[in-house]
Structure formats: structure tokens, C-alpha cells
């Protein structure tokens, strides 16, 4: 049984930081695509970033790009989403997913097959 537990969401002041981790179970992680994706109250889930299962190839949505950072650790099974100099606007349930196929990141949901129930993450102004 796959199984994908996010951790490291909280409350946090607007210019803080927060790290949230994936750690994952039952699936080949090291031949896995990883992606971070959120859902803010009252939107639609929305793509965050995602990193191939080699670690040299990275995506980010243009909304986080140079403030948050994906990274992996294969022998760990986990994945990492570093999150500076946070908004209000960042406020949202974070869930992290995992997909086979390509080595390639992806930013599409549909492409993504397995999935964790998500961390909240709350920004205060």
C-alpha cells in the first residue's frame, strides 16, 4: 500500500520560513517523480513544484520561483519543499504527490498517481 505523509505545516508570520517533508512508503521512490501541489480555501488545487527522480531536473510555479526550493532524498524515500520569505497568499493545504513514467517534472495533476492527505500551512499578515 503506497503511502505519501506530509509534515511541517504550521502558523507562520509573513516573511517567515517553513519546511515542509514527504515521506513515502510502499512505491519505488528513487524512480518517482515527486511534486508539491496546494489548495488554497476556496480554489482549486494548484500546482507548486516538482523535481525528477534524478534530481536534476526541477519545476516551480512562477507564483514561489526564487523564494521556495524542492529537493529529494532517494535513500530516505522523502521529499522537501522549502518555503521562504512566505506571503498571506501562500496560505493553503500543501499535499505532496508522486507519479512514474518520464523523468521529466510535471506540473499537470492528472499526471500524478499517488498522493498524500496535505499539510496546512497558514501565513499571517
Given at each position: 500500500q503506497v503511502q505519501l505523509v506530509e509534515s511541517g505545516?504550521?502558523?507562520v508570520q509573513a516573511g517567515g520560513s517553513l519546511r515542509l517533508s514527504c515521506t513515502?512508503?510502499?512505491m519505488t521512490f528513487s524512480r518517482a517523480v515527486m511534486g508539491w501541489?496546494?489548495?488554497?480555501?476556496?480554489k482549486d488545487r494548484e500546482f507548486v513544484a516538482?523535481?525528477?527522480?534524478s534530481f536534476d531536473k526541477v519545476d516551480y510555479a512562477s507564483?514561489?520561483?526564487?523564494?521556495?526550493?524542492?529537493?529529494?532524498?532517494?535513500?530516505?524515500?522523502t521529499v522537501y519543499l522549502q518555503m521562504d520569505s512566505l506571503k498571506p497568499e501562500d496560505?493553503?493545504?500543501?499535499f505532496c504527490a508522486g507519479r512514474y513514467g518520464g523523468n521529466y517534472?510535471?506540473?499537470?495533476?492528472g499526471n500524478y498517481e499517488h498522493w498524500g492527505q496535505g499539510t496546512q500551512v497558514t501565513v499571517s499578515s
Open positions: 505545516g504550521g502558523l513515502c512508503s510502499g501541489f496546494r489548495q488554497p480555501p476556496g516538482s523535481i525528477s527522480w507564483s514561489v520561483k526564487g523564494r521556495f526550493r524542492i529537493s529529494r532524498d532517494n535513500a530516505k524515500e496560505t493553503a493545504v500543501y517534472p510535471s506540473n499537470f495533476i
